[in-house]
């Protein structure tokens, strides 16, 4: 079978699939509450795979995978960053927000408290337009990571993976919302797992073993490549540290997986939720650093091509069956987390800011078509912002990791805050994020990622002492 074809058969095989899920949700999702959070019923398995699939995006595939290859042993700061994260939310996050979320039904919804307190409303149009603003970025560097691997594909222009990637994940969103999104991720958080074991083992295979490997890295003729600071010193490589490491304080503000811990059904048990998810993350970060690192010993790419790392080692290693199977698995991470968001920003639109106000069926409209404008928005995005998927991502989440993290980690471990001190703390994390961004201090990734949560995470601890007194 050609490689061509070998790839479209596995495509299509699992394209059909997540529609076929998607319909079979849609009978038993009648009204907004429903498409939301799916009455609350998940179990420890779905809910550990769908949160985390939800979270690493092609990101944790296609943008980790390629930084290490052009970073070299430097990257091993992303594995505290990412692990990190998980284990926050999984330690922290998850059993304190099933246990308190009560009726709430989005993150903003229950950062913004009580409904009639005095500045609740500015706490709900501040974090609903940022979340709208941040996931429409993060998306679109989703869709863009399809078209690339569409064109690793098919050697065609990356337009059609991101229609083609962005048609499918909308219509089974569109169909059974919640539960279509979480039985997706489920089966996608699977896919990738099983990637981030494959690859590594037969690269390491491929070189003859452990010590060959190691061996052929430190062989790689890169300043620097096997100095886990890069070259750096000083407070620039305490910068470069901190920013990596940072990334793991933005998992608690990403509303697309924390309301997976929402959707969590009373009874199911957290610690098997939190020993899969935990595994899971171990297993993706470390295999994608070695798939990263593998590939620039063996099949050095062109300067600039560094996010194609997974695909060349796929293609190397592997029959093209195998090969469609991994570039399935691509997509699985873009639509695991574009379906999450999908839903969020339809939650943001027509049950936090109420635009869709009415009967249950109305709203149960009003998020469809918010899920459909959305991405057809993405989508048009996606065609149009830069093309560096690693970048993008990290822009949004640092963005929503510091606006919303450390107000739910005051909010779960110190109780209420006032909605003031909410939209303060709010203002001071998201914009500071994107200020950070573009004027960075030591290093990139630094002042956006780690001085902006600090900040906010003082002002939401303030706002909790004051609203106690």
């Known amino acids: 079978m050609e490689r061509s074809t070998a790839i479209l058969v596995a495509l299509t095989v699992y394209l059909l699939g997540m529609l076929t899920l998607g319909w079979l949700t849609s009978v038993r999702t009648r009204d907004s509450a429903g498409f939301y959070l799916g009455g609350r019923t998940l179990g420890p398995w779905v809910t550990a795979l769908a949160a985390n699939a939800s979270s690493s995006s092609a990101w944790s595939l296609v943008g980790v995978s390629g930084f290490a290859y052009r970073d070299g042993l430097a990257a091993l700061w992303i594995l505290p960053g990412s692990i990190g994260g998980f284990l926050l939310n999984w330690l922290l996050v998850a059993p304190r927000l099933r246990a308190q979320n009560g009726d709430a039904v989005t993150l903003t919804d229950l950062l913004a408290g009580p409904r009639g307190v005095p500045g609740r409303s500015a706490v709900v149009v501040f974090a609903s337009l940022l979340t709208l603003a941040s996931l429409l970025t993060y998306t679109a560097a989703q869709m863009q990571a399809a078209g690339g691997a569409f064109t690793h594909a098919f050697a065609t222009d990356p337009t059609l993976g991101i229609v083609l990637g962005a048609t499918i994940t909308v219509l089974y969103t569109l169909g059974g919302g919640y539960l279509a999104v979480s039985l997706t991720d489920t089966v996608q958080g699977l896919m990738m797992v099983a990637v981030a074991i494959a690859i590594p083992v037969a690269a390491v295979a491929h070189f003859g073993g452990i010590g060959a490997f190691a061996e052929a890295i430190g062989n790689v003729d890169a300043a620097h490549y096997t100095d886990v600071l890069g070259g750096r010193s000083g407070f620039v490589a305490f910068g470069f540290a901190m ?43 470390c295999g994608m650093l070695v798939c990263g690192w593998a590939v620039r010993a063996a099949w050095p790419l062109p300067v600039g091509a560094h996010e194609d790392a997974l695909y060349s080692a796929s293609q190397h290693l592997f029959p093209p069956l195998v090969d469609g199977l991994i570039l399935t698995a691509v997509l699985a991470a873009i639509m695991s987390t574009v379906d999450s968001q999908l839903l969020v920003c339809a939650s943001c639109v027509t049950h936090d800011l109420g635009l869709a106000r009415g009967s249950n069926r109305r709203m149960l409209v009003g998020a ?92 939401a601890w303030l706002g909790a002492r004051r609203s106690r007194i």
């Open 243 to 285: 920013s990596l490491c940072g990334i793991g304080l933005g998992y608690p503000g990403q509303p697309h997986a924390v309301n997976k811990f929402m959707g969590m059904a009373p009874g199911a048990s957290m610690n098997v939720a939190r020993t899969v998810g935990i595994t899971w993350a171990v297993l993706l970060y």
């Open 368 to 459: 469809r078509l918010t899920v459909l404008t959305i991405g057809v928005g993405a989508t048009m995005a996606a065609l149009a912002v830069p093309k560096n998927v690693f970048d993008n991502v990290l822009f949004a989440w640092a963005a929503l990791g510091s606006a919303f993290g450390p107000l739910l980690l005051v909010r779960l471990l110190c109780g209420p805050v006032a909605p003031w001190w909410s939209l303060a703390a709010m203002i001071t994390g998201g914009l500071g994020a994107i200020l950070g961004s573009y004027f960075p201090v030591l290093q990139a990734g630094f002042a956006d990622r780690v001085l902006s949560w600090i900040a906010a995470l003082a002002i």
